[in-house]
C-alpha cells in the first residue's frame, strides 16, 4: 500500500490506534451557548472519523464552570454534559477513530473581568485586548480547585466513552496551563513558580488528579511547545526537560507544536510562507530523547509529507489540524490512491478569521465545512441544464463544481489564460504559493468532472446570446479600486498592486516606493519589493513606505497573520504610517495628513495603490434580457475575501 507507514497501527498508552493520522484541536464553534455540542458539531467530527482519521482531538475543552476560551467552547465542567459526550463519542467511534477531547483552562484568554485569571498578573501584550484580559492572579486555594477541576473533567470524558484526552499545555497565554509553565507569564514567587521545576507544579498536579480519577491507564496526551519563540521563553533544551518530567508523571504521548502567545503567535497556526511541518525538527529533538510516542503538528499538508515524518523518525504520528477542516476524508483518498480528490489545505486561514470574529469555522476549498449532514449535501438538480460560467475564479470554479455535480452541463469562459482568477496575482507574494493548491485542486476537478473551459475568451452578450445557456453565472471578479477623488491618482508615477504583483505594469527604477494602503495587499506588496526576495534583480534595497489611514495594518485577517505582517515589515525595514490619509500623489512623493497636520513624503518613485478592489460586472444587466436565469458571484457582486467567494460559488451551484 502507498503510505505504509502512515497507515500502521499504533499504541498510545493501551489504546490501539488503526493509523497514524490525528486530527489535531480545531475549535469550531459547533456549539451551543451552553457548550453542548450542536448536532452539526457532532457531524463535522463523525465525519473526519469515517474519513479515515485515526485520533480526533476535540479542541478547548473548558473544565472550569465559568471561564470559556474565545468566549465559546465546549464544556466539560459538570456531569450534565456526560450524555451530549457520549453522543460524540459514539459518532466517531462508528467512523473507527479514537476521541481525545482536550482539556484546558483558558485562563488570561477569557477577558471576562473576575473570569479572567492566570498564574501572576502580567498583561499579555496583544493586537487583541478583547480577547486576552487583565488577569488576576490565582490564589492558592483557586489553583487546587482548578486541578480538581481538571480531574473531574477526565472523569467525565472517561465515563462519556472518550479514548482518552489530551492535556493542552503549548502556547503561552493561550491557556492557563502554558502560562503557568512559562517564564513571562509566571512571576509567583510561592511553590507554584520561581525555577521550572515550580512552574510545571501546577501540570504536574493536574495530570496526577487525572489520573486519580480517571484511571491510570487513561492515556493522556500532552501538547507543548517545542520552541515558544518569544524573547526570554521556554526554548528546546528545557522542553527535553519538561517533557521528562512529563513522562515521569505517566502520560501517554507528546504532542510537540511551537510558537506562543504574543510574539510567537503567528507560529501556532503557522500563517502562509512559513515552511512545511514546522515543528517537525523540534519533534525530532523530543523523540529522541524520550520513550513516548511522538506526534508533531503545525504546516502538515499532504499525505507523503506526513508519511515521510514517520518514516524519517522525526514522529510517531502526524497532527493535522487545517487539513481536517479542508478535507475529512483525506486519510481514505490517500489509502485509496485518490490523491488528486485531496482538498489540500491552502493556507488561506480563513477558518481563523470567523473564529476570531466569533463564527463557526468554515474553509475556502471545502465550502461543506459544517453541511456534513446527509440532507445539506449536494443533490441532483431536477432538470439539467446548459450552464454558462464566465469567470474562473474561485468563486466561478466552486460554483462550475457544484452544478457540475448537480447533473447540470457547465462550461466556463474565461478571458485570460488560465484559471485560478485572482489567486494567480495573490500566490506572487513570496508567503502566498499555497494559494495554488486551491488552483490546482479545482483545475484537476474541473477535468474530472468534465466541465468544459474555454480561456482566452471574452464572454460578450453577443458571444452569449449565440450559445443559449440556460443560466449564467456572472463571477467576473473585481478590479483594483483606484482613488479619483485623490489628486494626481492618474499620474504616470502610479500603478496599483495587482499590476505589480502580475507584472503587468512595474514603472519607473522603483527603488524609492510609497504604498498606499496597508491592508493585506499592501502589506504583501511591500514585503515582495522590501523583502529579500527582489534583491537580487534590483541594485540594492528597495526603500518602502506604507501609508494607511487605519491605526492597524491588515485589518480583516486573523491575529496571527497580522502580527506576522507586522514583524515582517519591521524586519524588512519598511516605513509605516498609521491614522494617516493621502490627500495628494506628486510627481514625487506624496501628501497625508496625520493628526490634523500634512506630512510629504519626497524622493518617491513609485507610488503603488493597494486600496482594495470593486466590483467588474460589466454583464449581468444586458444578460437578464436574453438568458432566462443570471446569477452573479463573488467579487463581480461584491468585493470579499477568497472563503465568501467560494461560499458564493457553491450556493449558486446549488441554486442553478
Ligand atoms: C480554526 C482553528 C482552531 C484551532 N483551535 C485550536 C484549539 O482549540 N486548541 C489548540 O491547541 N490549537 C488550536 N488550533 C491550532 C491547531 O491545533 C494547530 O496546532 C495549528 O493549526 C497548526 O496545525 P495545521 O498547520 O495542521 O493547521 C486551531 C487552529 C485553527 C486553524
Redesign the pocket.
Known sequence: MQFKNLFQPIRIGNLEVRNRTVM?????HFENEDGSFTQRGIDHYAARAKGGAGII?I??VTVDTRAR?FCS?PCAWDDKYIPNWNQMADAIHEGGAKLFP?L?HPGPIDPRPGICVNASRVPVPTLMPEVWGDPKELTVAEIEQIIDDFGEAARRMREAGCDGVEF?M??GA??LTASFVSPILNKRTDEYGGTIEGRMKFPLECIKAIKAKAGEDFPIIV?VSGEELDPYSRTLRETFYVVDMLEKAGVAAIEV?GGSCPAGGWR???VNGLPMA?NADAAEEVKKRTKLPVLA?????TPEMGDYLIESGAADMV?????F?ADPEWPNKAAGGRLDDIMV?C?C?G??V??NNGKH?GCTINTDCGKERADTAIIPAENSKNVMIIGAGPAGLEAARVARLRGHDVTIVEKSGKLGGQFNIAAVSPSKQSLTMLVKYFANQMKKLGVKIELNTEATPEFIAQRKPDAVIVATGAQPLIPKSIPGYDKENVTTAWDVLSSEKIIGPCENVAVIGGGAIGCEIAEYLAGRFTRPFTKGRITVTVVEMLDHLAHGLDFGTMAHHADLLGEYGVNVHLSSIVKEIKDDGLVFEKNGKDHILTGIDTVILAMGSKPYDTLSEKLREIVPEVHVIGDAKQAQTALEATYAGAEAGRLV
Open positions: 489535531g484541536p480545531t475549535a469550531t482531538i479542541g478547548c476560551y467552547s482536550q484546558m493542552h503549548a502556547h493561550y491557556a501538547r507544536s501556532v497556526t503557522p514546522i503538528v503545525g504546516n502538515i499538508r497532527v493535522y489540524s487545517r487539513g477542516i489545505c493556507g486561514v477558518c481563523n470567523l473564529l469555522i
